[in-house]
Structure formats: structure tokens, C-alpha cells
């Protein structure tokens, strides 16, 4: 197989053992992605950077992750463009609303915000407004290029084929869009070998770690109290990661 630029970064988050290679990715991208924006090459200061940030923002944890970054000039210069924007669209949008028609039905009918799409053009501004983010959209760039990759390396390099079978498995996030890709990807054929390795993966993976997190809380019997951790000490952060992913007991990403 052909190299790509997805293909080492790849190898090498399995090869880091994590629990889930996929977050291991997602962490180097957007950890790049907040360098690139607020670290020591500045690229807040250019036209073209600016402009994407002032366009599409930031979602809630990216900027909770430029505040503990430390570039509090550069955070503030991101913030006054991106809010003159979005000020000028709000204006718009507020000066355009108009309201829909009241009804008794509609006044008795119980609140379903969030469950439906919303029907409102404010409401579906806001929508488009939140949803979009500059590190989230440095890392979707990508994404399914690394899922395309990961099957490309399955059907042609053994080296990673070991590495897949000797994985941690994956988040429950990213294992459901693995599934989904290799509904695409594989023959039939491939795919009666592909599943039967991934799902033992998840099955062993995810008793492991209820066995882990379970002698975690056992630890706190009395009767336990001279007995080994084992591998549980950071099980929680770990059975975190494996159900919704991420790394909640990262430390602030800062600069330098």
C-alpha cells in the first residue's frame, strides 16, 4: 500500500496502546489544532486564519481549551473579530425574526426543545452557530480519512493487522463509526473475518475494564486494604474514555 500522511500517525496510535486509538488521534488533532491558532508561530495574526475563526468559532470544550492554553492577547484578538462578526449576524437575524402564530395547542403542549430540529430561523441560526467549531472541523477534516486508512491497512499490511488484533479496542463513539465504515469498505468476505476480531476485541476489552473499575471500588473494603491495585488505580478515567471518549483526566493543554 501506498503511504499517506494518514497512515503513520495511524500505526502509531495503535501502537500506543491506548484505550481507544481513534481518541488518540483526536487528542494530537486538536492539541495541533490549539497550537496552530494560539501558539508561538501566531497564526491568529493572519488574514486567512482569522477569517475561518471569525466564521465558524469555537465549540464549548475548545474554548474552555484556549482559555487554559495561557494566550490570553491572542484568545482576546480571536474573540473581538469572530464577536464583530457574529454581532452583524445577529442583528440581521433579529431585525428578520417573525413570530410564529400562537395557538392553545401550541401553549399546552409540553416543551421538546432539543428533541426535534429547531423550527424557528433564530432557532436555527443558533443551531448553526453552536455546532460549528475551528478545532472540531481541524479534526472531522481528517477523520474519515483515518477511518478509510484503517481499513486500507487492514486489507494490505500485516504489521498493522497484529497491531489491531493486540489493540485495547475502541470508545464506544468511534467503534460505532468503525462499524459504519466497514459496512462500506469491506466485501462480504472481509467483512466474516473483520467482525468476529473487532467484537471480541470489545467484548474482552470492555470485561476487562468492569473487572478493573469493580476491584477499584472493592479496594475501598477494608478486607481489600492490603491487597494490590492492580491496574484499576485510573480505571475511571479509562471506563470514561471507553464510553463516551475523550480524556477527562488529561491536565490542561497549556503553552510551553
Not at 494560539?38 to 493572519?46: C, D, F, H, I, R
Not at 481549551?65 to 457574529?86: C, F, Q, W
Amino acid at each position: 500500500m501506498k503511504e499517506s500522511i494518514h497512515t503513520i500517525p495511524l500505526m502509531d496510535a495503535f501502537a500506543a496502546k491506548d484505550e481507544c486509538p481513534f481518541c488518540y488521534l483526536e487528542r494530537e488533532a486538536e492539541q495541533h489544532a490549539i497550537s496552530f491558532v494560539l501558539g508561538p508561530g501566531a497564526s491568529y495574526m493572519e488574514d486567512d486564519v482569522r477569517g475561518e475563526t471569525d466564521k465558524v468559532g469555537f465549540c464549548r470544550h475548545h474554548y474552555k481549551m484556549m482559555y487554559d492554553y495561557g494566550n490570553r492577547l491572542g484568545s482576546g484578538l480571536i474573540l473581538s473579530t469572530h464577536l464583530k462578526k457574529l454581532n452583524s449576524e445577529l442583528n440581521a437575524q433579529l431585525e428578520s425574526f417573525q413570530p410564529g402564530k400562537s395557538s392553545l395547542l401550541k401553549r399546552v403542549q409540553k416543551s421538546s426543545v432539543g428533541k426535534n430540529a429547531p423550527e424557528t430561523s433564530l432557532g436555527q441560526w443558533v443551531e448553526q452557530k453552536t455546532s460549528s467549531c475551528y478545532v472540531c472541523d481541524h479534526f472531522r477534516a481528517n477523520y474519515n480519512r483515518y477511518l478509510d486508512t484503517f481499513f486500507d491497512l487492514y486489507k494490505s499490511n500485516p504489521e498493522f493487522v497484529a497491531l489491531f488484533r493486540q489493540s485495547k479496542a475502541f470508545c464506544l463513539p468511534h467503534f460505532g463509526d468503525l462499524v459504519e465504515t466497514a459496512e462500506k469498505k469491506l466485501t462480504d468476505k472481509q467483512k466474516a473475518e473483520f467482525y468476529p476480531i473487532l467484537f471480541d476485541l470489545m467484548k474482552t476489552n470492555y470485561q476487562r475494564l468492569q473487572e478493573e473499575v469493580t476491584w477499584f471500588t472493592d479496594k475501598f473494603d477494608y478486607r481489600n486494604k492490603d491487597k494490590s491495585w492492580g491496574n484499576s488505580k485510573d480505571s475511571i478515567q479509562r471506563c470514561m474514555q471507553k464510553l463516551a471518549s475523550g480524556y477527562p483526566a488529561d491536565e490542561p493543554f497549556t503553552e510551553g
